[in-house]
């Protein structure tokens, strides 16, 4: 089946600490999307791809880094940099182009929790 | 500018009575307007999308929305609750100008099925 497969569900990361998030899609699609959701709060966007080697900052990208290397797989880095990072991780695909209106296909999240 | 309000946070509602969650948005433009169900601890999943074909959008799991241009609104609505829909969903509005788009999330309202 295609989806969108994230990894690890959760993770923790020590003060320090860069740590990964990985996102692989089968769905074929172009744009590919990093959002961050914290309680009560609507998704907010961290980085974006439209195509590989080729990806812009959202609107919360200090402390964040992602690298677009393959088509289906735009990895996240969350670094020491960012104070906050404890949150649920989104990384969503969609086909054609960046914010077109087509759909959103969105990965099952990933938990970051600081300790 | 544009934006997406969900005017509830929190809705309850008994098993088999219906369902409102009610979505306001403001664009310059005609947008794109989506519904995402999040079940706990889960990435989203669409139920509706409006793109201007047709104002009355028939979802998944009998949900609809209605799209009412003079009120800015697209409501999301159900005649009859189902314990399996207790989750958060959120209402998206996907619009710009001068090719700025980008999609914007409610903060979202979570839905309470009472047996």
């Known amino acids: 089946d295609g989806g969108i497969t994230q990894s690890p569900k959760y993770l923790f990361r020590k003060e320090g600490q860069n740590v990964t998030l990985s996102c692989e899609q089968n769905?074929?699609?172009?744009?590919m999307y990093w959002y961050r959701q914290d309680p009560g709060q609507g998704l907010r966007l961290i980085y974006y791809?439209?195509?590989?080697?080729?990806?812009q900052k959202g609107d919360i990208a200090e402390g964040y880094s992602v690298s677009r290397e393959k088509k289906e797989s735009f990895p996240l880095t969350v670094t020491s940099a960012q104070k906050n990072p404890t949150a649920f991780y989104l990384c969503?695909?969609?086909?054609?182009?960046?914010?077109?209106?087509?759909?959103?296909?969105f990965g099952e999240g990933s938990w970051l929790t600081v300790v | 500018a544009q934006s997406v309000t969900q005017l509830d946070s929190h809705v309850s509602v008994s098993e088999g009575t219906p369902v409102l969650l009610r979505c306001n948005y403001s664009?310059?433009?005609?947008?794109?307007l989506f519904w995402y169900v999040q079940h706990p601890n889960k990435g989203l999943q669409l139920l509706l999308k409006y793109t201007s074909a047709a104002t009355l959008v028939k979802g998944i799991n009998g949900f609809e929305a209605e799209f009412k241009k003079s009120e800015t609104s697209f409501h999301l609505t159900k005649p009859s609750a189902h314990m399996s829909d207790a989750a958060e969903y959120f209402c998206v509005v996907n619009k710009g100008t001068s090719g700025t788009y980008k999609y914007i999330f409610g903060t979202g309202t979570r839905l309470k099925v009472l047996a």
């Open positions: 664009s310059s433009y005609s947008p794109s």
């Open positions: 791809s439209q195509i590989v080697n080729d990806f």
């Open positions: 769905l074929n699609h172009d744009a």
């Open positions: 969503a695909s969609s086909p054609g182009q960046l914010f077109s209106g087509n759909t959103i296909y």
